[in-house]
């Protein structure tokens, strides 16, 4: 028998906020987007198959394309995706199972699997101490000068002034960067972005330094600190792991436009494994 799921809009707090706690790993940029500076930003759609949500979609609109993240069984994102108003390209975050439920919705231009990276304090292991300094808006002429070179492609101003950024510098010249997506007191959760480190400085441990720092400052807060790193990317791995970052689960990201339908292939179908 078919299962019947409904969806609607929702701008409940504490009912989404119930649904998102059960994976808090996961969840963390959308709890963030619960609080205030995001949640204006923010549109989320819930369903379920009986009185109470058990999936949600998220529609962040401060991001250009807006972030598309799903939540929850896949026939239940399905139904939201479906019965939601989306802006014709959005960026796709989600499960591969999520990913699979909306393949005949999205043809995807761009296809990364991920890996979501959680630490504790008590697995949390600092190196570089002493060779960083915090980053203010001051300093975005030579942020901005650095991302020339790659990486920042999520970057936006704002995420400087309203959150955590380390960099060492050579000179007067920036040359490795860590700083964060989002950074929400309330309820408690803080995403690491932004890291890069000058083609010509690499393997001299700055990114180690710069992730060290921002991870001490918001572990010192008290806050549940998470990243993303490509499933291909080995040696950032290596070096958030040496951290005492833990993989929390794969997912995948990309651009993905509405329709027309598309079949996801084998290839991108594959996910590995976090050693």
Do not use: K
Not at 185 to 207: C, K, L, M, Q, Y
């Amino acid at each position: 028998m078919t299962e019947i799921w409904w969806s609607r809009p929702s701008s409940d707090p504490v009912e989404l906020r119930a649904l998102l706690e059960r994976d808090r790993g996961y969840a963390a940029y959308a709890l963030g987007d619960l609080a205030p500076g995001f949640r204006e930003y923010s549109r989320w759609y819930v369903a379920g198959r009986g009185t109470a949500p058990e999936a949600l979609i998220l529609l962040f609109e401060r991001l250009d394309p807006p972030a598309l993240f799903c939540f929850g069984p896949g026939a239940g994102v399905a139904t939201a995706i479906r019965r939601a108003s989306l802006p014709a390209r959005v960026y796709f975050t989600g499960l591969m199972e999520h990913a699979m439920a909306v393949a005949g919705l999205f043809h995807f231009r761009t296809w990364v699997p991920m890996w979501r990276m959680t630490i504790s304090e008590a697995d949390f292991r600092p190196a570089g101490a002493g060779r960083v300094r915090r980053l203010r808006m001051d300093d975005l002429p030579a942020l901005r000068r650095l991302y020339v070179y790659g990486g920042g492609d999520a970057f936006a101003p704002y995420q400087l002034e309203q959150g955590v950024f380390f960099g060492c510098w050579d000179g007067e010249n920036l040359v490795a960067v860590a700083g964060t997506h989002l950074v929400a007191s309330e309820p408690g959760v803080a995403a690491i972005g932004n890291v890069f480190t000058h083609p010509d400085h690499r393997r001299r441990g700055f990114g180690a330094a710069v992730t060290s720092a921002v991870t001490a400052e918001l572990l010192h807060r008290g806050m549940t600190v998470v990243l993303n790193v490509a499933q291909r990317n080995a040696p950032a791995i290596a070096l958030y792991r040496r951290l005492g970052y833990r993989c929390h689960c794969p997912f995948v990201e990309g651009i993905a436009d509405l329709n027309p339908p598309q079949r996801l292939s084998e290839e991108i179908s594959q996910t590995g494994e976090c050693t």
